[in-house]
């Protein structure tokens, strides 16, 4: 089985969907690997790594040919995949209900469209979600790049030219990327605070050392784990709970996402107006439509003294990681179903029909005929 590994060609994108560690770990199963030149170079991977670790690395078209299988971070344009066997399988995140044109592309080439954010939630695919392992390094890194912007410092220092006081760090939505801006702001010696419409993450929130802020009634638990869309009463009550709160934090992270629909709008113009002059707002879903009014992907927007940021790519801003962990999310998913007799993955119906975007030339995948 012949494994390419192109160098990614999306915008801003930085990070690479195999490692050499994961390429030996790929070839000890009995695959070929081929990685584009260049590939790694984003995430501080030379060339060199590649080929000791076993691959061929070469130009995109003789990478390309004659491939069973591509692996991407963002899936590649069908053009590029020219010289692939027919049928052959491309591993990657799709942005299926964004860029449904592109499904529809992979469909009339032939091709099977494996898209990594689809893997389901359960225990087994734990170690190949790459949602899970992106947004955990986002969440960090939004807490990072929120406190490289304050012009204060998080922890409360005593000195003997007088006292810092501590931050006041708001988390709002309590996911994977939330608790870990919990997490980290709490390491940087934040005052903490979070909330979310799933109760569950109470919980969550204590156990790392944050306080839960949450308003009476507002539940919005919908499928496997996720939040649903709140009703307006709901959203009245949430609006409350964020004016009471808001004006006296420093620093604001948000990060909810309602899967399959633009993000929630979580803090408005009037909100930011309430807090302090040099607080720093972090719109993580600023990619999905953004939590926070008047955020833009990839600038500082200034609004009455506030900092509103967030970045279109936020795991692409920490390359060598990303890399790292989406790379072995991906090798633990072809090692999981490594068919030694067949020599290539053979899949299940549980996770493979629910990636399997596309095979033999239509769209195969139920979420997206639900949504057509
Ligand atoms: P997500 O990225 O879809 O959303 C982020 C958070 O925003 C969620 O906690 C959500 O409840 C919250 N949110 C949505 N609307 C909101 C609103 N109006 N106000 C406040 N918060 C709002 O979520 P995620 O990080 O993908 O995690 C979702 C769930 O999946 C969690 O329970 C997580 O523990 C679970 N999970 C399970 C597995 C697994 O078992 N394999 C892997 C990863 C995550």
Redesign the pocket.
């Known amino acids: 089985m012949k494994i390419a590994v192109l160098k990614e060609r999306a915008a801003g994108e930085t990070r690479v969907a195999a490692t050499p560690e994961t390429v030996k770990k790929l070839a000890a199963l009995g695959a070929s690997l081929a990685v584009e030149e260049g590939a790694g170079e984003a995430a501080a991977i030379p060339d060199a790594a590649y080929a000791e670790a076993g691959a061929e690395v070469g130009p995109a078209a003789k990478v390309v040919t004659g491939a069973d299988m591509v692996m991407g971070v963002q899936a590649p344009d069908v053009a590029a995949l020219s010289g692939a066997k027919p049928g052959a399988w491309v591993a990657a995140t799709f942005d299926p209900f964004g860029q449904r044109e592109r499904v529809e592309a992979y469909a009339k080439a032939g091709l099977e469209a494996l898209s990594l954010e689809f893997m389901p939630?359960?225990?087994r695919?734990?170690s190949m979600?790459v949602?899970?392992s992106q947004?955990n390094l986002a969440g960090y890194k939004a807490v990072i790049a929120a406190a490289d912007q304050y012009g204060r410092a998080f922890p409360m220092m005593m000195t003997a030219a007088g006292t810092i006081s501590a931050a006041k760090v708001f988390v709002?939505?309590?996911?994977?990327?939330?608790l870990q801006a919990i997490a980290t702001a709490k390491r940087l010696g934040a005052q903490v605070s979070a909330?979310?419409?799933?109760p569950?993450?109470a919980e969550q929130i204590k156990s790392l050392g944050g306080k839960p802020v949450f308003a009476e009634g507002l539940e919005?638990s919908g499928e496997?784990?996720?939040?649903a869309e709140?009703t307006d009463e709901q959203k009245a009550a949430?609006a409350e709970l964020v004016t009471n709160h808001i004006a006296k934090q420093d620093i604001v992270i948000t990060?909810?996402?309602?899967?399959g629909r633009a993000a929630?709008r979580?803090v408005s113009d009037a909100q930011i107006a309430s807090m302090k002059q040099g607080s720093v707002i972090f719109d993580l879903a600023v990619a999905q439509g953004g939590n926070v009014e008047g955020s833009v992907p990839d600038q500082l927007v200034e609004k009455h003294g506030v900092t509103i940021m967030g970045f279109s790519n936020t795991p692409a801003h920490l390359p060598a990681d990303a890399s790292a962990l989406f790379s072995r999310n991906l090798f633990n998913f072809l090692n999981a179903f490594w068919d030694e007799d067949a020599g290539k993955p053979v899949l299940d119906e549980e996770i493979g029909d629910a990636i399997r975007l596309t095979r033999a030339g239509e769209v195969v995948n139920p979420r997206l005929q639900a949504a057509s």
């Open positions: 939630r359960i225990t695919a734990q979600d949602l899970s947004s709002m939505g309590v996911g994977v990327a939330g909330t979310d419409v799933r569950e993450t919005a496997g784990g996720y939040a709140l949430q990060t909810a996402l309602i899967p929630p979580l």
